[in-house]
């Protein structure tokens, strides 16, 4: 995998939101890759910076945030550089995002056959004549059952499964080779959790695709991820394959974050929750955000830059000391 | 151990087609929701004919998929409304059959308090912490001496780690984390013997949920309370519950000893459960998973399993013969006509 190019490459991207009480730096030398085939696990706390990185990824970030530094490529295209025409078709057809919440992300007022249509039409890839007959098919790559009657169903009438599963159908309808899923499965069952999982690991298997799954439970990270991304503060402070990272956890924060995730059986005293909260992103910050809450803080990490270490083969940690 | 809450054949249903919605409409609603409703829709089985009981101390947990019932039940039993028949006796006493509106005024409604899911939500916006933890001391326990009321916050605030200059604070300018903790000084404020937690942890991240739950665990040993524990988070539920009840479409259809549920379940549904948990997720695992919807909860019939069609095990005795009770031992029971056999 590592010899071909990344089909997402995300090179030192540093991302500031301009608000009335300062400016939030909410990513800062952030990189990351993600090949074909792959899936990729974004993990953190809330306010880590995994879902602007994702949005930025999309050129699709709020207007209140500014790319200060950085790159972000996509297939060959550059995001950063490329105009709104572009972007647009490049949403839909190279890259597809489907996120949390997935009934109010529907539009309450249309049909959801027409709303998977409405992205075939805006693609070109389907007429007046077939466009009913593409959707179905949409319809039945993600396992929805009964796809004919299903076509005319509002939002309202289906699921928190169901609905999460158009999403799915709407993104990929035109076959985009990177699929960014944002918490794809909050708020649902476990049952249904489980299954809409299986699902997007099963189609990006089947078309080769790029996904990032983007997820605050390490636990289901583990499972479907062949690589994890942790990020705090909008920092990356490790990277590696989901063995490495679960079996030697080198960054400290990766560490308390696994054992503060409550896994099948033990005690209650085996967990331990991590310590104060995520730094004021507003003001000046130490050069690793993590060291507030850090047991292995030393004078070191607050006078040197961040390094990143590679610790073993495809294994990164940015830490001055690393476990 | 002596029980503190009885529960007897509780059911919840509600006729369907009253005012505001056509009959036509919520049919049609009713039929894409669920895959087999039926033509003449009449009676939604909500909880039907649930029985369990929790003892002094004892933490019970209850898990299900949403719309299995779960919150139906816990509105009954926190007596926040009315059920349609059976009974509830909460410490010897009947309290079923007196009335949700009247209930505030039995000397049980200090003795039986929830904490609601969601603490940014269920959370008065224009109440100090101050003001939402006083507020069952001033209504119920008649404590109006300012004096008298501040002591008593500010030791249950203590209680819960909630530092005392936060209590002038309103829940916009409190974290995740503490608004949690206001939420449950407010329940345990009256020193109630009976908490109800409806997803205490849902909408915490995980690096304040192990703390929260650390709580909880310390204030039950302090207070000698018992707690329903209603939880999407299995693990969660593995770790705080001495025995769990699934409930599956309005019906109880495993109970048993916490770590049996989890690592010997009889019942098909508990093991799609539990085999669906993060974390377990074997290769192997994606044989249980579930296929299609849930049946409607609409006029089910009686004599079925309402698992059948998503159970693996199912077969024509499934839809021909309630399911039976199957006991594996004297404290673990599933209700299945094929159960799972333990390897």
Partial sequence: MSNTFPLLDIKNLSVEFRT?????????????????????????????????????????????????????????????????????????????????????????????????????????????????????????????????????????????????????????????????????????????????????????????MATVLITHDLAMAADYCDRIIVMHAGHVVESGSSHDLFTSPRHPYTAKLMKATPHGGGNLDDIASIPGGLPDLRGVLPPCRFSGRCERHEAICDSSAMISKEVSPNHFVNCQRPL | MSALLEVFDLKKYYTLGGKGLSDGSLVSWIRNRFTNAPKDTQVLHAVDGVNFVISKGESLGLVGESGCGKSTLVGMLARLSDSTSGSIKFAGKDIGSVRAKQFHAEPERSELQIVFQDPHESLNPRFTAFDTIAEPLRRLAGLSSKAELRARVEAVATQVDLPLQLLGRFPHQLSGGQKARVNIARAIALSPKLLILDEPTSALDVSVQAVILKLLVRLKQELGMSYLFVSHDLNVVRLLCDRVIVMYLGQIVEEGPAEDIFTKPLHPYTRALTSAIPGHNKEDASAFRLEGDPLSPVDPNPNACRFYGRCPNGSELCIKAAPPKFSSSSDHYAVCHFPVQPH
Wanted: one cysteine or more; hydrophobic letters at 40%; charged letters at 25%.
């Fill in chain 1, 20 to 208: 009335r009480s300062g400016v939030v730096k909410a990513l800062e030398d952030v990189s990351l890759e993600v090949f074909r085939g792959e899936i990729v696990g974004i993990v953190g706390e809330s306010g880590s910076g995994k879902s602007v990185s994702a949005l930025t990824a999309m050129g699709i970030l709020d207007p209140a945030g500014h790319v200060t530094a950085g790159s972000i490529s996509l297939g060959g295209l550059d995001v950063l550089g490329a105009g709104e025409a572009v972007l647009q078709t490049m949403r839909g057809q190279q890259a597809s995002m489907i996120f949390q919440s997935p009934r109010t992300s529907l539009n309450p007022i249309r049909t959801v056959g027409k709303q998977i249509g409405d992205v075939l039409h805006r693609h070109n890839m389907a007429d007046r004549q077939n466009l009913r007959e593409k959707v179905i098919k949409s319809l039945k790559t993600v396992r929805i059952p009964d796809p004919d009657r299903r076509f005319d169903a509002y939002p309202f009438e289906l699921s928190g499964g169901m609905c999460q599963r158009i999403m799915i159908a709407m993104a990929l309808a035109c076959s985009p080779e990177l699929l960014i899923a944002d918490e794809p499965t909050t708020g649902l069952d476990v049952t249904t959790q489980a299954a809409i999982m299986d699902l997007i690991r099963d189609l990006s298997r089947e078309r080769n």
